[in-house]
């Protein structure tokens, strides 16, 4: 990772860590195993990026950090909310998330949905309460439209559908588009909002996340093929198991590099509107395209 932008990963994850303790029930609050399996899954690891992206964007823009933290965190539930739910036997059926026990394996299904329903929920309650410039009802738009049946979730559906029958070029984009892009491009737009970005930065944010997105799911499917489980935190090697419409299941691993150098290449043409601060944005592309987990 370029120094710069792990100086920002290293200074950026504890206040969302932070924030993201405060807004959590605690586990002593009833129903204690409730919160239990919420906080076993938000606290499990993860790199905590769609909330960084958020941070980086605000802060590129000249953001209050104030303004952007309560939104950032409700991303990251989200995003957990999602892996809950991923993991579960009726949907990609893994017994591991970063390296631990699935939430249901940890804590059975029943409370493994529970505990995805109730972070998804309070991600709106946190962010509605932001004391963002923007108005908060705006933010809370712009998350339920990443996050819902225009955005992830229908993703998450032509992901489901598509298994076993197969497809093309269009339609695996499709699913990356809404199943991962949808909520990083959330991500970089709700930072750019909160700053009170003018429309065109506004609208840059959003391609550059999407574009990332790409990136970033596309990557993921390279690693699927070419990563050891120990390594991915989760099980390797299910796409192909479960007959999952992957870029490199269409085009093989050097079709799919070539898509993500494509996608990486969009992503730095849409941070034209950010300069001369995009430098610390930029280097999120490679970033991502160097993943190893």
Known sequence: MDPVLDRAFSEITPVIDSALDKYLPASSAPPGRLAEAMRYSVFAGGKRFRPVLAVLV?????????YV???????????TYSLIHDDLPAMDDDDLRRGKPSSHKAFGEAMAILAGDA???????????????????????????GAGPAGMVAGQVADVDAEGRGGGLAEVEYIHKHKTAALIRAAARI??????????????AGRFGEALGMV?????????????????????????????LTFPAIAGLDGARQEAQSWAGEALKSLEQFAPTHTI?????????????
Request: hydrophobic share 50%; charged share 20%.
């Open 58 to 66: 605000s802060d590129s823009l000249g953001g209050k950090r104030e």
């Open 69 to 79: 933290i309560p939104a950032a965190c409700a991303l990251e539930m989200i995003h």
């Open 119 to 145: 972070l998804l929920t309070l991600a709106f309650e946190v962010a509605a309460d932001s004391p963002a410039a923007a108005s908060p009802a705006r933010l809370v738009a712009e998350m339920a439209k």
């Open 191 to 204: 930072g750019a909002i909160a700053a009170d970005a003018n429309e065109a930065k506004v609208a840059a």
């Open 216 to 244: 970033f799911q596309i990557t993921d499917d390279i690693l699927d093929v070419t990563a050891e489980t120990t390594a991915l935190g989760k099980t390797a090697g299910k796409d192909a198991a479960a007959g999952k």
């Open 281 to 293: 944005l930029s280097q999120l592309v490679p970033y991502v395209q160097g993943r190893t987990s």
